[in-house]
């Protein structure tokens, strides 16, 4: 599967666990919608997936990727330590110079 650069780092970082690596992925401004609630900020993002990560362990297996250089939408399974793992998972993103400018995971 042929993904975008910043979509392959990003699944890089996760199943590294590399807070810093992660959030590099995404523009200053962007937000992150997950489990009902808003990250926003390249600090923010670290914060949240650092934490989630310590919590849950999971990591990202791309199953399918659609998109232009506006916008996309990755469906990957997710496997680790919480309820009903592995999930199946959709990452909605748009893109702004080639850095994640938003995420809605659904």
């Not at 979509?7 to 590099?24: G, P, R, T, W």
């Not at 250089?69 to 680790?80: F, I, M, N, T």
């Not at 330590?81 to 993103?93: I, R």
Request: hydrophobic share 35%; glycine share 6%; aromatic share 12%.
């Amino acid at each position: 599967m042929n993904l975008p650069e910043v979509i392959q780092d990003l699944v890089n970082a996760q199943n590294s666990f590399n807070s810093a690596h992660f959030a590099d992925c995404f523009s200053e401004t962007a937000i992150v919608f997950d489990e009902g609630k808003n990250y926003t900020g390249k600090t923010d993002i670290k914060n949240w997936i650092e934490k989630s990560s310590k919590e849950y362990n999971a990591v990202m297996k791309p199953l399918s990727f659609e998109g232009d250089p506006e916008k996309g939408s990755l469906k990957a399974e997710v496997s680790g330590t919480f309820p009903g793992s592995p999930l199946v998972l959709t990452y909605n993103f748009k893109f702004e110079a080639e850095r994640i400018q938003s995420l809605k995971i659904d």
